[in-house]
């Protein structure tokens, strides 16, 4: 009885580990289709003002290993389409002293890669800058939405 016992277990375990691969084969892919829709881009101004909000601009300053100044701009984007937000993509402008432009940087603040931002939702992103420009006169820089897909 117990040798019956064991090839039943063994069996069983079998037939599971089995029933798991299978489902992860077939199931998994139908997920990762959703996500590799392909995306609805635009960088038109009027759109992107209508259908996106930064708020809560700011900036703290932090020191890394080597002990060099790291500057983090944080920012809330809000979502004010009717669609998910799947990319974003936000334009930096680093000014002096006179508010002249010395310094622009373009940095993805949410990928495809990340769960899409619904409607009416919003979330924080941060971006980390180093060696700015000696100019700099250690503001908030000017920032814009310029991308964004759904």
């Given at each position: 009885?117990?040798?019956?016992?064991?090839t039943?277990?063994?069996?069983?375990?079998?037939?599971l580990?089995?029933?798991?691969?299978?489902?992860?084969?077939?199931?998994?892919?139908?997920?990762?289709?959703?996500?590799?829709?392909?995306?609805?881009?635009?960088?038109?101004?009027?759109?992107?003002?209508?259908?996106?909000?930064?708020?809560?601009?700011?900036?703290?300053?932090?020191?890394?290993f080597?002990?060099?100044?790291?500057y983090?701009?944080?920012?809330?984007?809000?979502?004010?389409?009717?669609?998910?937000?799947?990319?974003?993509?936000?334009?930096?402008?680093?000014?002096?002293?006179?508010?002249?432009?010395?310094?622009e940087y373009?940095?993805?603040?949410?990928?495809?890669?990340?769960?899409?931002?619904?409607?009416?939702?919003?979330?924080?992103?941060?971006?980390?800058?180093?060696?700015?420009?000696?100019?700099?006169?250690?503001?908030?820089?000017?920032?814009?939405?310029?991308?964004?897909?759904?």
């Open positions: 009885m117990g040798e019956h016992r064991a039943i277990i063994i069996v069983s375990a079998v037939v580990l089995a029933g798991c691969v299978l489902a992860w084969v077939f199931v998994a892919p139908a997920h990762d289709q959703a996500a590799a829709a392909p995306l609805t881009e635009t960088s038109d101004p009027a759109t992107i003002q209508s259908s996106t909000q930064l708020t809560h601009l700011s900036i703290a300053t932090s020191e890394n080597a002990r060099q100044k790291i983090v701009i944080s920012a809330y984007l809000k979502n004010l389409s009717n669609k998910p937000l799947r990319q974003a993509e936000v334009k930096m402008v680093f000014t002096d002293y006179d508010n002249k432009p010395i310094h373009t940095q993805k603040v949410l990928d495809q890669n990340q769960k899409p931002l619904e409607p009416g939702m919003e979330f924080r992103f941060e971006v980390r800058q180093e060696n700015l420009p000696r100019g700099w006169n250690y503001r908030v820089p000017m920032t814009e939405v310029t991308k964004v897909a759904y």
